[in-house]
């Protein structure tokens, strides 16, 4: 048996002296963070699937950081309107905002499609849209506006509401006066339907049902039930006809003073908390219908015929505005829906 060459001090002392050096050539480079934090600003409250979204995205961005990148909430539009929330991130005082994705067509005219009514029939077909080429497309157009798009999440289905009737056919809308976001192709559809829309930023919308400004308003049920618009409105009505994406957009200003590890902390975090939010959304669904049932609301559905009918009268308005938006970006996304079904 041949016996293994014994280490002078002088050879085992260079080993020990390269050890060192070893580790640190297979080691994982260090990333570079600085210490920061970040404002987020959005308009629903504490309890919200999208406030729950966003605790998510800070646990992440801490995690992914080791503690050295912080992000602050302020859910409740305590920052301010959407619009005034956009404009402080283009200027850099906020660096995230939570919104609504058709608000951004403010900014870049395309984005009005996601407002179109009856566009999606499943959050499925959104997914697929808004995390594709479209979606990703429309996102980095907001560049030159100063806006990074980080992610999509979702606030989900509108329903209306309203203080005045119940609602079990369209002609019932006519004449109701109803709270709008502050566009132009939400203006019109409510028009088509011979209700009256009335644009209102979404902080002031409590007060305004409450002190019988307006009629109703439509929003989700996640929406309804986290702001306690029960207790403003008597009637639900589940039409189910617009679904809205929500956009995660960061300031550019601030965007471009941060190093390539901080970004992609930040882009990271925000699309896997958006994966965990849009979970959190739609396990939320039923019990939430059932709680505002309980809570008083009295619930209508239209019949099929009377469906039908309320997509007729929308055609004209998404007919108006696909010139506006663009015939291509249209075609564009339906094209991309026409394929989740296939």
């Known amino acids: 048996?041949?016996?293994?060459?014994?280490?002078?001090?002088?050879t085992a002392a260079a080993l020990a002296a390269m050890l060192p050096l070893a580790l640190a050539s297979t080691a994982a480079p260090a990333q570079d963070i600085k210490e920061r934090t970040f404002k987020v600003a959005q308009q629903n409250p504490k309890g919200h699937p999208l406030v729950t979204g966003a605790e998510k995205f800070a646990e992440l961005v801490a995690a992914k950081s080791g503690g050295k990148l912080k992000v602050n909430l302020f859910p409740g539009g305590t920052l301010g309107s959407d619009a005034a929330s956009v404009s402080a991130l283009q200027g850099g005082?906020?660096?995230?905002?939570v919104l609504n994705s058709g608000i951004l067509a403010s900014q870049v005219k395309e984005f009005a499609v996601y407002d179109f009514p009856f566009m999606f029939a499943t959050p499925q077909e959104a997914d697929a849209v808004v995390d594709g080429p479209f979606g990703q497309g429309l996102h980095a157009k907001l560049?030159?506006?100063g806006i990074v798009g980080?992610?999509?999440w979702e606030l989900g289905f509108r329903n209306l509401t309203n203080n005045r009737r119940a609602i079990h056919k369209v002609d019932d809308i006519a004449g109701l006066k109803l709270r709008v976001i502050p566009n132009a192709?939400?203006?019109?559809?409510?028009?088509?339907?011979?209700?009256n829309p009335t644009p209102l930023a979404f902080p002031e919308l409590y007060a305004a049902l409450e002190q019988r400004a307006i009629d109703g308003q439509e929003n989700p049920l996640s929406v309804i039930l986290a702001n306690k618009f029960y207790e403003v409105q008597k009637f639900l009505t589940l039409t189910n006809?617009?679904?809205?994406?929500q956009s995660v957009i960061f300031s550019k200003k601030v965007w471009d003073t941060l190093s390539a590890d901080e970004r992609k902390i930040l882009q990271d975090?925000?699309?896997e908390a958006g994966?965990?939010?849009?979970?959190?959304s739609r396990d939320a669904a039923a019990g939430q219908l059932a709680e505002l049932k309980k809570l008083g609301m009295t619930v209508t559905e239209l019949p099929p015929a009377e469906m039908a009918k309320l997509r007729e009268l929308m055609k004209p308005v998404i007919d108006k505005h696909s010139e506006s938006v663009g015939v291509e970006t249209v075609k564009a996304l339906q094209a991309e829906i026409a394929k989740v079904r296939r």
């Open 269 to 271: 975090a925000a699309v």
């Open 93 to 97: 005082t906020i660096e995230i905002v």
């Open 275 to 280: 994966r965990f939010q849009r979970q959190v």
């Open 150 to 152: 980080l992610a999509y």
């Open 1 to 10: 048996m041949t016996s293994l060459p014994r280490l002078t001090r002088r």
């Open 143 to 145: 560049a030159d506006k």
């Open 185 to 195: 192709i939400n203006v019109d559809w409510v028009k088509a339907l011979g209700a």
């Open 241 to 245: 006809h617009q679904y809205n994406p």
